[in-house]
């Protein structure tokens, strides 16, 4: 694993496995979007899916206390995903979002050679979570207050997807709802798989196969 710079800042950086593999599973971790969460709980995940033969790039990006509240969080995603695709020219990039990650992942699915994604227990309907209130009022926080943002910040606004998309959601998730993925669903179109029985964190932990499955396909 190497890690590689996409901007100035400490947070502004990818972790890079390379087996070369024709697919590259970019990776986008959650957390509601605040700072005291990092992309280090997905490491088990990373290397997991490098033993299956696929290549990954893991993203960091400023968050919420650090000065990554909306848009810059999503400026950050952006140049990460960008920067995967420079590291992998000619390869399949495969968004892989989890929670948070996965709105991220659906709003950067038109960046250029983005060939899927894969919205894990994702946070794909924010004005809806916005409504919930979840995790202690996240969606206000990232959104710096101004709700004026919320309907560019929101990837229900930005369907149909311009790439495939494949949601996958335990029901029996507490972190964040299976409505957010069934309304998602519902209005673009993509292909919703729910998971029985499955909480939020075992769809990103070394096992998942249906995450690896839903990578793999096209």
């Known amino acids: 694993m190497r890690t590689v ?27 509601y979007w605040r700072v005291r ?15 299956q033969g696929l290549s990954v790039v ?17 400026e950050d995603v952006a140049a990460g995903v960008d920067k995967a695709v420079e590291l992998f020219p000619g390869k399949r990039i495969v968004l892989v979002g989890h929670s948070a990650g996965g709105h991220l992942s659906l709003l950067a699915a ?18 809806r979570a916005h409504e919930l209130g979840l ?3 996240a969606v206000t926080l990232l959104l710096g207050g101004d ?9 229900m606004n930005q369907v149909p997807p311009p790439v495939p998309v ?7 998730d507490t972190h964040v709802p299976l409505e957010l993925s069934q309304r998602y669903q519902e209005k673009s179109g993509a292909e919703l798989v729910v998971l029985p029985g499955i909480g939020h964190f075992e769809p990103v932990e070394p096992g998942a196969a249906a995450t690896v499955a839903a990578i793999r396909s096209n």
């Open 166 to 172: 494949t949601l996958l959601h335990g029901d029996a």
């Open 5 to 31: 710079d996409y901007g100035d800042h400490a947070d502004q950086v990818v972790d890079v496995w390379d087996n070369g593999s024709d697919t590259v599973a970019v990776l986008v971790h959650g957390g």
């Open 135 to 137: 995790s202690d009022n």
């Open 37 to 51: 969460y990092d992309r280090s709980y997905l490491v088990p995940f990373a290397e997991y899916l490098v033993a």
């Open 58 to 74: 893991s993203l960091e990006y400023r968050r919420i206390g650090n000065g990554g509240e909306w848009p810059v969080i999503f």
């Open 110 to 127: 038109d960046r250029p050679g983005v060939a899927k994604v894969v919205a894990v227990g994702g946070l794909c309907d924010l004005a």
């Open 147 to 155: 709700l004026g943002r919320l309907a560019a910040a929101d990837p």
